[in-house]
């Protein structure tokens, strides 16, 4: 997707409303983009989660929480973290409580500096994970190291390793899918390859460990676009154990062991576990490598299968 204004792209999609209409809706806040409120000539990319409401909504500011955190690593300058599955990385609407941004503010005393200040409802986020995926992220604690590790983000450099229990097996032991995907034209709560607006997306894969109508694979992101590995897996006819809304539920019959298949109907989020993050420290340009064992629940099924 070309870069688009928001209030052009809004005049595109709500042809009832004039620019002018469109304006003020933004400008007095009945528009969110991925939950906070932007101006009209804010540029989109593609991907961004746009909610037009009502009213225009209150938006507070993340609350310090005593929430227990699985800190990897720590310096002055970042954090990295074993989020836990479950766990919503920044505040939006419908999740302002319980979140990874709370649980950072009480470690750090509950008084955001720079970055912590500048982006009220997700300070210091610089990537993210779904809120069923577990695993490695880094935080930045200020501005100078928020910026560098986004950079790094931005241009590639940084590498991520991902575990996943799919449907299925496969002829080949290691391989890539490039398949740009975007927001679903109809389920717009979803995104695939089916959209108007695709970015680029990478996935490289390779077999970790196969068993009866499941592998267990090692995947390592090119790009990091919002549900990446959960789609392209989808579409691909291996979709994630345990992932409902990419096609898990499709694929249970295939598994012809009912002790199995009576397991993994009762997961309640995605075999996903982001296993492995390496990046260049932003100050001291050490290169620092970080691992984030299997979280029990997704080690407990492995060690259950046949």
Do not use: C
């Not at 000539?41 to 929430?67: N, Q, T, W």
Request: aromatic share 6%.
């Amino acid at each position: 997707m070309n870069k688009t204004r928001l209030d052009a792209y809004l005049a595109t999609q709500h042809k009832h409303y004039s620019r002018t209409q469109i304006k003020k809706l933004i400008d007095d806040g009945f528009v969110l983009v991925n939950g906070e409120k932007r101006k009209p000539s804010f540029l989109l990319h593609g991907g961004e989660d746009i909610e037009m409401v009502r009213r225009a909504p209150e938006i507070p500011k993340a609350e310090a929480e005593e929430i227990p955190l699985d800190i990897l690593y720590e310096d002055d300058d970042l954090l990295v973290i074993n989020k836990a599955a479950g766990m919503v990385v920044h505040p939006a609407p419908g999740h302002y409580k319980g979140t990874l941004v709370s649980a950072i503010l009480h470690h750090l005393g509950g008084g955001p500096v720079g970055a912590w200040r500048a982006m009220p409802l997700r300070p210091g986020i610089v990537h993210r994970l779904d809120k069923g995926t577990s695993g490695v992220m880094v935080v930045a604690k200020n501005d100078l190291v928020q910026r560098k590790l986004a950079q790094q983000f931005k241009d590639r450099k940084v590498d991520k390793t991902y575990q996943a229990l799919v449907f299925g097996a496969f002829k080949q032991k290691a391989g890539t899918i490039d398949v740009p995907i975007g927001r679903d034209t109809v389920h717009r709560k979803k995104f695939s390859s089916r959209t108007k607006f695709a970015r680029s997306a990478v996935t490289h894969w390779k077999v970790a460990r196969s068993f009866a109508g499941l592998t267990l694979l090692e995947i390592a992101l090119e790009t990091g676009r919002t549900h990446q590995i959960r789609v392209h897996l989808s579409e691909a006819h291996h979709p994630i154990v345990g992932d409902a809304a990419y096609g898990a539920k499709s694929h249970l019959s295939s598994i012809k062991d009912e002790a199995v298949r009576t397991r993994l109907e009762s997961l309640t989020r995605p075999m996903l576990h982001a296993w492995k993050l390496s990046f260049r420290h932003p100050k001291s340009e050490e290169r620092l490598s970080f691992e984030a064992p299997l979280p029990e629940d997704f080690r407990s099924v492995i060690e259950s299968l046949p």
